[in-house]
């Protein structure tokens, strides 16, 4: 079955420190997979996407991701958390292009000071 | 220019109601999706459009009903409101062609409360 696991359901970090946010995904195909934030009562926006060549990928507001097919893992990491990342994480998977994605349950990220 | 619209933003309702929803997207997209966000926060795919076609239907009470009279609208309609179908809505579009990586673009959401 297709499904993406996110194990922690709340971190909290101290402002400054770095933070890592687990995902682990199960996908027959290659996956496309997709780390989204979502801040209290937005919609949800795009950190950043895996599809093809570099395992390593860069998104926006300083976030990274690395893919590792061997442990089925998209892990998101950030070196210093900004009190403004405080939100809920989500890691998703996909195969191609127009194909729904499937969500995992959310991690909450609280930033204290 | 909002790229992926929904309209009500907030919607205040009671049991047996029906009401809709709106979405558009001015981005040229092809598919569009509706996804149910419970009170948990889970995300869960109800239906998706290509081109005005049904091509994802998943395991909803068929008092739901989506609409899509052009590839930039997909309307929901849900028929006879209970109480479990209070949960933030949300509207997505994708892109399908070379170079389209499978990212969804999301609207900010409709909130539904069923008293």
């Known amino acids: 079955a297709q499904s993406v696991t996110q194990p922690d359901i709340h971190i909290t970090v101290s402002e400054g420190a770095s933070l890592e946010l687990r995902c682990n995904y199960s996908?027959?195909?290659?996956?496309?997979l997709f780390w989204y934030v979502q801040s209290p009562g937005q919609g949800l926006q795009l950190l950043l996407k895996?599809?093809?060549?570099?395992?390593l990928v860069q998104g926006i507001k300083g976030f990274e991701a690395e893919f590792k097919r061997s442990q089925s893992s998209f892990n998101l990491r950030k070196p210093s958390v900004h009190w403004s990342d405080a939100a809920e994480y989500f890691c998703?998977?996909?195969?191609?292009?127009?194909?729904?994605?499937?969500f995992g349950k959310g991690t909450t990220l609280s930033v204290s000071s | 220019d909002t790229a992926v619209s929904q309209t009500p933003k907030y919607l205040v309702t009671q049991m047996g109601n029906d009401k809709s929803i709106k979405c558009e997207q001015n981005?040229?997209?092809?598919?569009m999706y509706w996804y149910k966000q419970d009170s948990k926060k889970f995300l869960k795919i109800m239906f998706s459009y290509n081109n005005k076609e049904l091509i994802i239907n998943e395991t909803v009470p068929n008092r739901f009903s989506p609409k899509s009279p052009d590839k930039a609208h997909l309307n929901l309609h849900i028929n006879s409101l209970e109480l479990g179908d209070s949960a933030v809505y949300f509207c997505a579009s994708s892109p399908l062609g070379t170079g389209s990586t499978g990212e969804l673009f999301f609207g900010e959401g409709s909130r539904l409360t069923v008293l």
């Open positions: 998703a998977v996909g195969n191609q292009a127009g194909t729904a994605l499937i």
């Open positions: 895996y599809f093809s060549g570099d395992t």
């Open positions: 996908y027959g195909a290659t996956p496309y």
């Open positions: 981005l040229g997209h092809d598919t």
